[in-house]
Nanobody, 115 residues
Framework: QVHLVESGGGLVQAGGSLRLSCAAS????????MGWYRQAPGKERELVAI???????NYADSVKGRFTISRGNAKNTVYLQMNSLKPEDTAVYYC?????????WGQGTQVTVSS
């Protein structure tokens, strides 16, 4: 079982920055895939950025060059640095992990970008 806890959301003006954090806990050794999704009102949940062990980092085209995903030294934490935020980045951001054949989700953190 993996428990994910996010932090760092909030309200920011367009052009500003926020940093999201996600920490995984439970009886885990190393999570092979960990990243971030988001869901805006009335839209489907979409991938933002993800680490996959043994593969490259994947970013949504809409955030390339503005967002950076990174992992902590313990490998069970993941961060999302969001720069040059736009109103269309407004959404609930969810931490995601894939471990031993099962997906896990955090509770979500709201990011609101005002114009």
């Amino acid at each position: 079982q993996v428990h994910l806890v996010e932090s760092g959301g909030g309200l920011v003006q367009a052009g500003g920055s926020l940093r999201l954090s996600c920490a995984a806990s439970g009886s885990i050794f190393s999570i092979p895939a960990m990243g971030w999704y988001r869901q805006a009102p009335g839209k489907e949940r979409e991938l933002v950025a993800i680490f996959i062990t043994g593969s490259s980092i994947n970013y949504a085209d809409s955030v390339k060059g503005r967002f950076t995903i990174s992992r902590g030294n313990a490998k069970n934490t993941v961060y999302l640095q969001m720069n040059s935020l736009k109103p269309e980045d407004t959404a609930v951001y969810y931490c995601y992990a894939y471990y031993r054949g099962s997906p896990y989700w955090g509770q979500g953190t709201q990011v609101t970008v005002s114009s």
